[in-house]
Every structure is written in C-alpha cells, then in structure tokens.
C-alpha cells in the first residue's frame, strides 16, 4: 500500500506542536520523519533523524543526514511506495522534497503558517525557501484567509488551496473555571518580536489605573537586537524559551492574555487560552478575527490608549470577564483536529493539478 511521506523536522514551537497534532489525525499510511532534536511531543512512529541547530551543523548534517534521506526517498519513489507529500510547516530542508514530489507527478501538500517572515522576523533564506515551496507545492494549506489573500497579493500562486483554521493546543490540563480577579494578573506568552508589540504593551500599562493590576509577566525569549527595560515590582521577565509545564503555569497564574500585535497571520497562543478558557485583549490585526468573534475578546488597536482601555474594560467588568470565559469554552467544544485531518486526507484523494 503507498504512503504518504511526512516531514516534521521542526525541533520546537507552535508550529510544531501543530504538526504533532495534525498528523496523528491524518488517517492514511505514513512515513514521518521528524528531528531527534525535537523537544516537543513527536507523533507515534516516527523515524528520528538528525538535523541541526546552528550553522555549522547545518552544513555537517546536509551532507550526512539529508543526502541519505533524499537518496532513501528518491528511492522509494522510484519503486513507487509513495501516495505524495505533507509538510505541516516551513524547513530548510523541504524544497527539495516539494520539488522532486511535483517530478514524479505526486500530491504535494503545504501547510503555510506565515508564508512571508513578519517585519524584523526570519531572513532572506527563509523568504526565498517559502516562496519556491509555495510554488513548488500542488496544494496549500491556509491557517487564515487572510493570509492566502496576502500571499496571492504578494507571491502569486496557482495551485489549489483550502483554508482550513487552526485546530486548539493544549499545554497540560484543560481548564474552564476562571474567575474574574481585581487586581488583575496580565501575561504575554510567546516569543518577544518587534511585530507582536510588547512596547506597546508596556506603553499601555503606562495609562493604566495601579490598582487594576497586580502584575504583568512577559514570558517568552526576547529575540537579538530588541532592548526593553529591565523587570521591575510589577512587571517581570521570563527571557526564555518555555517548556509545556512552564507555559501551562504561566497560564494557570494569569487572569488576563494580551496580545497587542502590530501585525499577525494567526497565532497558536490564542488557541492555548482557548483551551485554558483565559480571557484575551487582541489587537485586530490581520487573521486573528478569523480565530474569535467579535465577542470573544476584548478587540483593541495596536495602540498603547487603546490596549490601555481595552483592559480597563475587562478588568473592571466581572460580567464581561464570565461571558469570555462561557464564550471561550464554546469555542474549545466545538473544535476537532479529527475534522482538519480529515480534510487533509482527502487531498490525497485526488491528483495534484499540473
């Protein structure tokens, strides 16, 4: 029976925990190869294998890594055992695959999470790597409408695509019991970039009453060449990148999420409050309205006055606060990952376009 290859080789974040996630869904014959750096959950049988984690693994991992699995692959290819290709995200080391997968005629699935690196994010090989596999790919899977627009916009493809949203991650146990707090303990959990706007965050609490927060804590690892002022008696840092125990903590002691982006495609953060039922102030940006409705966050500009306000509203409201936490825990309940493997497996049903 042919399978489908899988390439997961990511070795942590969102975008991996959503790979892990997806694949056990997709219910068809696989060969998932993922990294043996990888220090998130992994899916049931994978093939370990080792990449890399700086530059000069890189290049000693091409030449005794990559090339055995693409001779491996290119193999099986020939001898036909191979149904096509799915890439739950962006790695170095797709391309190849993408391009030689479209050779022999065979479905080439791309799950795009961002498609263009965000302002002051990634760099020009990563921008060139995205573009040829969007090309390159006979199927593309979008996180967003937003962003297939955008990329249509921008890159121009013509091969078919679905948008199929974000499915929920859970870090540890689920929670639904919140209970509106004053003061408030606010958290921004993720990596710390231009474009997802801490200094506005910052700015924010500036013109924010004291007595309606307790603390703030920005948990997630400050990336090279941003500065902000050290931690003081309310607001902390954790410069760091988290494990799953330490982002369920960070979640279980915080009343409040903030996202106060400058610009965003969609954000795995918002589906891990979802599942924690915690409460959000979200900048309405990009595809995050595609993620929550208009009443299942407190929508705010990325603006310091009106981040501010935003959690003025929240804070000093206990009616709005449990309608969020009701309204959140309808979202979490009406969410399966079995339905977005199963609209992956049927593109394997059909022939990839030429």
């Not at 050290?230 to 996202?259: C, G, M």
């Not at 049927?346 to 030429?354: G, K, N, R």
């Amino acid at each position: 029976m042919r399978k489908v290859l899988v390439l997961a080789l990511g070795r942590r974040g969102g975008s991996v925990q959503y790979g892990s996630a997806i694949i056990e869904q997709i219910n068809l014959p696989k060969e998932i190869y993922v990294s043996s750096f990888c220090t998130e959950k992994v899916p049931e049988n994978s093939i370990k294998i080792r990449t890399y984690r700086n530059k000069g693994e890189f290049f000693i991992s091409f030449f005794f890594n990559f090339l055995p699995l693409f001779f491996r692959v290119l193999v099986g290819l020939f001898r036909g055992e191979y149904l096509g290709l799915y890439l739950p995200y962006t790695h170095y080391w797709n391309a190849p695959f993408v391009a030689t997968f479209r050779l022999f005629g065979l479905q080439t699935a791309c799950t795009v999470h961002d498609g263009i690196p965000h302002t002051g994010d990634g760099n020009i090989w990563e921008a060139i790597i995205n573009r040829f596999t969007i090309r390159q790919a006979s199927h593309l899977i979008f996180l967003s409408r937003h962003v297939a627009d955008f990329l249509q916009h921008k890159i121009g493809f013509s091969c078919h695509y679905s948008v199929i949203p974000h499915g929920i991650l859970r870090a540890g146990v689920s929670r639904s019991d919140r209970i509106a707090q004053r003061p408030a303990r606010l958290l921004f959990l993720g990596r710390v970039c231009h474009y997802k706007g801490v200094d506005l965050f910052l700015k924010g609490l500036e013109h924010l009453d004291d007595h309606l927060w307790e603390r703030a804590t920005i948990a997630g690892q400050i990336v090279p060449g941003l500065h902000f002022p050290p931690s003081t008696e309310k607001v902390s840092w954790e410069n760091r990148w988290l494990n799953q125990e330490e982002v369920k903590q960070q979640l279980d002691q915080a009343d409040i999420l903030v996202l106060p982006y400058r610009e965003a495609t969609q954000s795995g953060v918002i589906t891990l409050a979802i599942d924690q039922c915690l409460p959000m102030v979200c900048s309405r940006v990009g595809g995050l309205p595609e993620q929550l409705g208009e009443d299942d966050c407190i929508w705010v500009e990325p603006d310091p006055h009106s981040i501010s306000k935003g959690l003025k509203d929240l804070i000093s409201s206990p009616v709005i606060y449990q309608n969020h936490v009701s309204r959140l825990r309808d979202l979490k309940s009406n969410s399966s990952w079995s339905e977005i493997g199963k609209k992956i497996e049927s593109l394997f049903a059909t022939t990839p376009s030429p």
